[in-house]
């Protein structure tokens, strides 16, 4: 009889990790790691939180790595603020320390972004800085304005790459090239930035011929926030009906 009780209740114990492992997670990592974190992380425990609108969010975890009072610590004054998170609805994370996508944190930062509401706004910033293009130093200055969503930014500036050509007669000459840009960027981190990556393409708008650039003339740029203020940027400008190409790498301040 003993024995029987037993089997019934790895039976049941089974059935119930089965019947938690069938959800359908959201953080769901390729087959070959996924099976390595089932090997060596296997689910052991489960917390659910539930919302007003009987919606629920389900955590699945191995009890040696986290422990539920942990988990509810961290995740409580998120779940708070998650008022978009959707009616009648059960959504799944598997959470393991091992893997960047099923951090504990990574989770909390995509429940912030999914379900906490997020209010768009309109951002304009004056950005300045400094290029090496072409064998010449461009200090270039702008403005710009963008749209900012939850998950990334649209925007478009127009900038000024000043180039400075050899004195003649001791006479400073300036070339200023105004280019129009348009820019998306995004932040994968972050869940009230978008400001880490952006790529962009610009469009020469001067008529006239400058020593750096001449007829049509079009650039790519790839910029990375290395600081709250500091950007790194490199890319390449097409020239001359794109026949004559310079690669481009500069400093951004905003």
């Not at 629920?56 to 008022?83: G, R």
């Not at 996508?101 to 800085?129: A, S």
């Not at 203020?229 to 690669?247: A, D, E, H, K, R």
Request: charged share 25%; glycine share 4%.
């Amino acid at each position: 009889m003993k024995r029987l009780i037993q089997l019934s209740l790895m039976v049941l114990l089974c059935a119930i990790q089965n019947e938690i492992l069938a959800q359908e997670v959201e953080n769901q990592l390729p087959k070959n790691t996924q099976e390595w974190m089932d090997e060596d992380w296997p689910v052991t425990d489960s917390l659910a939180f539930e919302f007003p609108n009987q919606g629920k969010l389900l955590l699945l975890f191995n009890s040696d790595e986290n422990s539920a009072a942990d988990i509810t610590l961290k995740f409580k004054p998120i779940l708070k603020k998650a008022t978009e998170f959707p009616e009648f609805k059960t959504i799944t994370y598997r959470l393991a320390e091992a893997f960047p996508e099923t951090r504990l944190d990574r989770v909390i930062l995509d429940v912030e972004k999914n379900y906490v509401p997020y209010v768009d706004r309109l951002e304009m910033t004056f950005p300045v800085g400094l290029d090496y293009m072409g064998g010449y130093f461009t200090p270039e200055v702008g403005f710009r304005a963008k749209i900012s969503w939850r998950k990334l930014d649209l925007g478009a500036s127009i900038t000024n790459s000043v180039y400075f050509p050899e004195r003649i007669e001791n006479k400073v000459v300036v070339n200023n090239n105004w280019f129009l840009n348009a820019e998306l960027s995004w932040e994968k981190n972050n869940a009230k930035s978008n400001n880490k990556n952006m790529i962009g393409i610009g469009y020469l708008l001067n008529d006239q011929k400058s020593q750096l650039f001449d007829q049509t003339t079009v650039k790519a740029f790839y910029r990375r926030q290395v600081s709250q203020v500091i950007s790194i940027q490199v890319g390449m400008v097409g020239t001359n009906n794109l026949n004559t190409f310079y690669p481009t790498i500069g400093v951004r301040f905003w």
